[in-house]
């Protein structure tokens, strides 16, 4: 296989574009996710329009032992992957207190312990040969604290953080580590989460726009890359470092309130 990514969360949303963009540039994949028949679907499709090759891994990755069979299968397999893209995830609104303890634990097994696993179990490989590109899907949620999303916004300034952290690390090697951090995107994350019935998803960009950015800041080797935001958002995200907690959290909880 050529220019292999591994992409998870690839059935839907962010992932399945970041599949249909690394296509498009000739690329192999392997996609990640725990609907086979959403992932046999985008094989077929890739396959015959691009041809290239796809395999096609079913894991639930809330599951303490999906990154390792996952890279165990690659290796018996002979595939090296050159692009991971950490890209499954999910949230969930509501206070904290009230949430469903195993939707929260599953959630950080999900966006950190499944995204942290694969790029340890993947990385030293790359560091042998000295190549390789790594992105990580975190959120514009990183940068701020979530009231009515606590642990899913907390989830994701680990996320930022790690991906930040890592590529400095790697600041004397080929390898570079990108952080994708979306708006409100037009995913099955929103109808998931309840999101969709806040006022923070009233103006959603589109999965494309948001993989496409992502896919670009990867291959230039940047370090952050937002995407998906409108004028008034980019505005949001330039003042949030100088207001006051006290104004700024009960701005964020009234934008993730159920209407």
Same mark, same amino acid.
């Given at each position: @296989? ?8 690839? &059935? ?15 690329? !192999? ?8 028949? *959403?992932?046999?679907?985008? *094989?077929? +499709? ?17 599951? &303490? ?6 890279? !165990? ?11 991971? @893209? ?20 599953? #959630? ?30 975190? &959120?514009? +949620? ?29 600041? %004397? ?10 708006? +409100?995107?037009?995913? %099955? ?5 309840? @999101? ?22 990867? #291959? ?16 949001? #995200?330039? +003042? ?14 009234? @934008?993730?309130?159920? *209407?």
């Amino acid at each position: @296989m050529n220019k292999v990514a591994l992409i998870t969360g690839a &059935s839907s949303g962010i992932g399945k574009e970041l599949a249909h963009i690394h296509a498009e540039n000739g690329g !192999d994949l392997v996609i990640v996710a725990r609907s086979e028949d *959403k992932l046999k679907q985008l *094989k077929l +499709a890739l396959e015959g329009k691009y041809n290239i090759n796809v395999k096609v891994i079913t894991k639930d990755l809330t599951k &303490s032992t999906a990154p390792q069979e996952i890279f !165990d299968e690659l290796q018996q397999s002979g595939i090296q992957v050159e692009y991971l @893209m950490n890209n499954a995830g999910f949230g969930g609104i509501g206070k904290f207190h009230e949430r469903d303890w195993e939707d929260d634990l599953g #959630m950080i097994r999900l966006n950190i312990i499944a995204l942290t696993a694969l790029t340890r179990l993947f990385l030293p490989n790359m560091v042998q040969r000295n190549s390789g590109r790594i992105l990580n899907t975190s &959120s514009t +949620a990183s940068l701020m604290a979530g009231p009515m999303q606590a642990v899913y916004f907390a989830t994701k300034a680990y996320v930022t953080s790690f991906s930040n952290a890592i590529a400095e690390e790697l600041h %004397d090697t080929n390898i570079t580590v990108t952080a994708l951090m979306p708006g +409100a995107t037009e995913t %099955d994350f929103g109808k998931i989460s309840g @999101m969709d019935k806040t006022p923070l998803f009233d103006d959603t960009a589109s999965a494309r726009e948001v993989a496409q950015t992502g896919y670009d800041a990867m #291959m230039e080797g940047d370090l952050d890359a937002l995407a998906g935001l409108n004028m008034a958002q980019k505005m949001m #995200m330039k +003042a949030i470092p100088i207001t006051p907690k006290k104004v700024l959290l009960p701005q964020i909880r009234k @934008m993730q309130e159920v *209407k």
